[in-house]
């Protein structure tokens, strides 16, 4: 206290000088005066305490006073009578700063008069600071932040800020803060008064706050409140425990590290008498869909936030008769998250190529419930709602989410040949990483992008256990299945869906390929262990996809033609190769028959073959489709669809079952096997007719496959015109067909050249057709599936005897033949294929 000179003159800020000074050796006496160019005014008054037994006086001037006011201008000269006027007087320091006309002081704070100039008192510093209707003013409480306290509170080192604004000419308390807290800035329209009560011990020299201006906040304050930890912080509307404004709006902004979470709680609120407009409280929360997220004040909160969020109070227009009182005092407690979330799971992706995971929101529908946010984070540090994992690093994530089943993961993985000589044969297991697998978020699709050289490789796709096709017949509910479906650079292709139990034993496919695991529960990770899929680069063939297809007496199988429901492409073309064990017999039934198809180009056709003999019988589909017929051996069926009008779809779902062979069949087939060839064509002439009455009664319906018997059919036929008719053995198939929409592709040597079909001799059959079966057959054979080879067809082919509509049941040359006339018309297995 002594030592210091009287008249010591400070600068502040290059406009206010002040100066205050302590008579020399007078212990107990003071000087201050101020400038007059400060606006600055200094009240030394008494305490609130009651005078206790030893009174202690102020004497200003050598007279006895309550009070002391220094203005600016004025110089005063003062003792207290006592040793200890701390606990007598205070001080108070105020301070009317206006910035719409003089500039503002910004930055930080100093205390004015230095506190060391003052006496040890009590002391209240007051800043009331005027800005422009428009601006607002920022507080910044660098640390230690603020800690609002409710009325009746005091803070523990006697330290408080009092924070305060206008509305008007009305004062509005925003509240009353202590050191140590959260808030750490405030900002207020207009105005702002700032009120810091220092106890006489208190030694500091700086107000604790620097000050900015800003754009308007459009709203009565601001407050921001950071976390820096785990914690909580209570905070109230302003006014408090008063009513809030009227029709005013107040928000609370809160910075919350990424690896924690933020839940509020309403401590206590009360809702006025609302005339127009509904009080209400709004929060941004990052991850929400459906920000803001309004809620009534007498809501649950929102909870377990991460990230960073604000929160708004709106008043409304308050009944003028009774308008109630609105107020909220609210706790924000950021905590640790519970279990999941200080786990840190590794997803080592350093050696894949091309490999990527993306963990994302799965999509709910919207509602205006409330959910928390849920993130994954990366290193702990980087939290978002969608988080994509790239290859070719080490990846740490946790999860801060409350509940790990609003996520889901997607991956999806190329594989690529770019060079066909080195993947030729070349296999891969589709399998799902361990490292994805361990992760607490359910894998919804993994999808593995097989690319192949166009048209040099195929795919053909091998699963451990046999699948199953997705149809509303049999339907799929296993824990997950296989999608599979093309990625052409044209139409894409969906061939279906696909899951463990079933009779598919293959998929091979032309193109490109995305092969999607789907998983439908949590289970599948037990039930993927024992499945597999196998990937390997095949030879090119043209067909879209070739199933094979194992059935087995236990279940009938279903399938059905790719793109279901939108149609098999135009002039695409399936096949399946259904095998048949030798002592039982498969029945094939087509269940669907979908469309009405119209073809615009091209005929629409299904070819079903027997392997063993190549004994064929060809549908249109345009027409009724094949009643149900049974097989003893290995069979294709082969659709292939033509450019239907549009609307017209070929849609296709057929069911194979097995039983076992009867025991005629049996004894037939020993018959025939060990018969003479009397006896066999005999038996075969037999069975025939028996086989010819039973089509007979089955096919009610229009024959299938009709052509205008008149048109010269031999052309296509002649083997001169197939060069390569050993390689090529579809090529009088699909010519017959007419089809070079559909099979052109196919008619294409293995040079590469393409054969022209002479296609243009046959027309569709425009004239009435019947109601009966084919009856195109031989007549030396009345057998409906007939051998002939190409060669032979020509002479047989009579187009005047053939004008009457028929399906077409005409076998092709065996396999290894040149397509000579000695092949058998009627192999010895023959009434074995066509009876029962
Ligand atoms: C001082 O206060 C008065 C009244 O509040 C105001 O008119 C004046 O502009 C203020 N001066 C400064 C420097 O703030
Ligand atoms: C000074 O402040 C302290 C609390 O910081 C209080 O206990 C004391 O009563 C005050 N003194 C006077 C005279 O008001
Ligand atoms: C405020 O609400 C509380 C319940 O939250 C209630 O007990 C109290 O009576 C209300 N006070 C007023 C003034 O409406
Ligand atoms: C509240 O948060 C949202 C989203 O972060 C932001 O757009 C908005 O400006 C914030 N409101 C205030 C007053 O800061
Ligand atoms: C994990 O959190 C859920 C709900 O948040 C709780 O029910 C469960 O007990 C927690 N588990 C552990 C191990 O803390
Ligand atoms: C994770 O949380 C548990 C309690 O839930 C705690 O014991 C453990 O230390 C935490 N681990 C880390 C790495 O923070
Ligand atoms: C997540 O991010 C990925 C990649 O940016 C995007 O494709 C996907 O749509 C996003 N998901 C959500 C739910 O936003
Ligand atoms: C799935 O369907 C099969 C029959 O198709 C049935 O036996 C099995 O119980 C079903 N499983 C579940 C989980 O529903
Ligand atoms: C047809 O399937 C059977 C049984 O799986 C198989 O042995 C045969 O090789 C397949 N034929 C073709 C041409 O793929
Ligand atoms: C049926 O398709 C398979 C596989 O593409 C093929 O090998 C077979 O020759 C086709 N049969 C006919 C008659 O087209």
Same mark, same amino acid.
């Given at each position: 206290m002594a030592g210091l000179s009287c008249g010591v003159t400070l600068t502040l800020l290059g406009v206010l000088l002040l100066g205050a000074a302590r008579p020399p050796g007078g212990a107990e006496a003071?000087?201050?005066?101020?400038?007059?160019?400060?606006?600055?005014?200094?009240?030394?008054?008494?305490?609130?305490?009651?005078?206790?037994a030893n009174p202690c006086h102020l004497l200003v001037s050598g007279k006895l006073s309550a009070t002391l006011l220094i203005k600016p201008g004025d110089r005063k000269e003062f003792r207290f009578t006592c040793q200890n006027p701390e606990a007598h007087f205070v001080i108070e320091v105020e301070r009317n700063i206006d910035c719409t006309s003089h500039p503002c002081p910004f930055g930080e704070f100093e205390l004015q008069p230095v506190i060391s100039l003052l006496p040890h008192l009590n002391r209240t510093f007051i800043w009331d600071i005027q800005a422009g209707k428009s601006t607002s003013l920022e507080l910044v409480f660098s640390r230690p932040r603020l800690r609002q306290i409710g009325r009746g509170e005091s803070c523990p080192d006697g330290v408080t800020y009092n924070i305060n604004g206008h509305i008007g000419a009305t004062e509005v308390r925003i509240g009353t803060f202590c050191s140590t807290g959260t808030v750490s800035r405030i900002k207020m329209q207009e105005s702002v008064k700032i009120t810091l009560h220092l106890p006489w011990f208190d030694k500091r020299s700086h107000s604790g706050f620097s000050m900015s201006s800003q754009s308007s906040i459009k709203r009565l304050c601001f407050i921001e409140s950071v976390f820096e930890g785990e914690g909580s912080a209570t905070l109230m509307s302003a006014n408090y425990p008063f009513s809030f404004p009227e029709d005013e709006l107040m928000t609370w902004q809160f910075v919350i590290p990424a690896h924690l979470r933020a839940s509020v709680s309403f401590l206590q609120?009360?809702?006025?008498?609302?005339?127009?407009?509904?009080e209400r409280v709004e929060y941004y929360i990052p991850g929400s869909t459906t920000n803001p997220e309004v809620f009534r004040l007498a809501d649950k909160q929102p909870g377990n936030m991460a990230g960073n969020f604000n929160l708004s109070l709106q008043g409304c227009d308050q009944d003028a008769q009774n308008p109630g009182i609105l107020r909220l005092?609210?706790?924000?407690?950021?905590?640790?998250?519970?279990?999941?979330?200080?786990?840190?799971?590794?997803?080592?992706?350093?050696?894949?190529?091309?490999?990527?995971?993306?963990?994302?929101?799965?999509?709910?529908?919207?509602?205006?419930?409330?959910?928390?946010?849920?993130?994954?984070?990366?290193?702990?540090?980087?939290?978002?709602?969608?988080?994509?994992?790239?290859?070719?690093?080490?990846?740490?994530?946790s999860f801060l989410c409350d509940d790990l089943t609003r996520l889901w993961m997607n991956v999806e993985k190329t594989i690529s040949c770019t060079d066909h000589r080195y993947c030729h044969r070349r296999s891969y297991s589709l399998q799902v990483p361990r490292d994805?697998?361990?992760?607490?978020?359910?894998?919804?699709?993994?999808?593995?992008?097989?690319?192949?050289?166009?048209?040099?490789?195929?795919?053909?796709?091998?699963?451990?256990?046999?699948?199953?096709?997705?149809?509303?017949?049999?339907?799929?509910?296993?824990?997950?299945?296989?999608?599979?479906?093309?990625?052409?650079?044209g139409q894409d292709l969906y061939f279906g869906s696909f899951c463990a139990g079933g009779a598919i034993e293959?998929?091979?496919?032309?193109?490109?390929?995305?092969?999607?695991?789907?998983?439908?529960?949590?289970?599948?990770?037990?039930?993927?262990?024992?499945?597999?899929?196998?990937?390997?680069?095949?030879?090119?063939?043209?067909?879209?996809?070739?199933?094979?297809?194992?059935?087995?007496?236990?279940?009938?199988?279903?399938?059905?033609?790719?793109?279901? /429901?939108?149609? &098999? !492409?135009?002039?695409? @073309?399936?096949?399946? +190769?259904?095998? %048949?064990p030798s002592d039982q017999v498969a029945y094939l039934t087509f269940l669907k028959e979908r469309?009405?198809?119209?073809?615009?180009?091209?005929?629409?056709?299904?070819?079903?073959?027997?392997?063993?003999?190549?004994?064929?019988?060809?549908?249109?589909? /345009?027409?009724? &489709? !094949?009643?149900?017929? @049974?097989?003893?051996? +290995?069979?294709? %069926?082969?659709?292939?669809?033509?450019?239907?009008?549009?609307?017209?779809?070929?849609?296709?779902?057929?069911?194979v079952s097995l039983t076992w062979r009867t025991l005629d069949m049996t004894v037939i087939l020993i018959a025939v096997v060990g018969g003479g060839a009397l006896l066999l064509f005999a038996l075969g002439l037999i069975i025939c007719l028996v086989k010819k009455n039973r089509k007979k009664k089955m096919n009610k319906g229009p024959a299938i496959g009709i052509y205008n018997g008149n048109v010269n059919t031999q052309i296509p036929m002649q083997p001169k015109k197939f060069p390569n008719v050993q390689k090529d053995h579809d090529a009088h198939v699909y010519a017959v067909i007419d089809d070079t929409m559909v099979y052109g592709h196919l008619l294409q040597d293995s040079n590469g050249s393409f054969v022209q079909p002479e296609v243009d001799t046959y027309r569709p059959f425009q004239g009435p057709t019947e109601d009966c079966p084919p009856s195109f057959l031989l007549p030396y054979s009345k057998v409906p599936t007939i051998k002939l080879t190409t060669k032979e067809s020509s002479p047989d082919f009579n187009p005047e005897s053939?004008?009457?509509?028929?399906?077409?049941?005409?076998?092709?040359?065996?396999?290894?033949?040149d397509g000579n006339t000695d092949i058998p018309l009627l192999d010895g297995h023959e009434p074995a294929e066509t009876g029962e």
């Open positions: 003071f000087v201050l005066s101020l400038p007059r160019t400060t606006n600055i005014t200094i009240l030394i008054k008494r305490g609130l305490l009651p005078l206790g609120f009360n809702n006025s008498n609302c005339a127009k407009k509904e005092k609210f706790q924000v407690l950021v905590q640790c998250p519970h279990n999941e979330s200080n786990i840190t799971y590794e997803v080592d992706l350093s050696k894949e190529q091309a490999m990527s995971v993306t963990i994302e929101p799965r999509p709910v529908k919207l509602s205006r419930r409330f959910v928390p946010g849920c993130f994954v984070c990366l290193e702990s540090r980087t939290c978002s709602t969608n988080l994509t994992l790239a290859h070719g690093s080490k990846h740490r994530i994805i697998l361990q992760l607490p978020v359910q894998l919804h699709d993994f999808s593995w992008k097989l690319l192949v050289p166009k048209d040099r490789l195929s795919l053909a796709l091998v699963p451990a256990q046999k699948l199953q096709q997705h149809t509303q017949e049999r339907f799929c509910n296993s824990s997950f299945s296989y999608l599979v479906a093309g990625t052409g650079l293959q998929i091979q496919v032309k193109q490109n390929v995305l092969v999607t695991l789907r998983t439908f529960a949590p289970s599948f990770q037990q039930d993927l262990s024992r499945q597999a899929l196998t990937v390997t680069f095949i030879p090119y063939f043209k067909e879209e996809g070739i199933f094979t297809v194992t059935p087995d007496m236990k279940s009938k199988v279903y399938l059905m033609t790719p793109n279901w /429901e939108r149609g &098999l !492409p135009s002039l695409a @073309s399936v096949s399946w +190769n259904i095998s %048949v469309t009405g198809l119209v073809c615009q180009t091209g005929r629409a056709f299904m070819i079903i073959q027997e392997q063993r003999t190549k004994a064929e019988q060809i549908f249109s589909l /345009e027409e009724v &489709l !094949p009643k149900s017929s @049974s097989h003893h051996h +290995n069979f294709w %069926v082969n659709i292939s669809n033509c450019s239907p009008v549009s609307g017209k779809k070929l849609d296709l779902l057929f069911q053939d004008s009457e509509p028929y399906t077409f049941s005409h076998p092709s040359k065996q396999n290894g033949s």
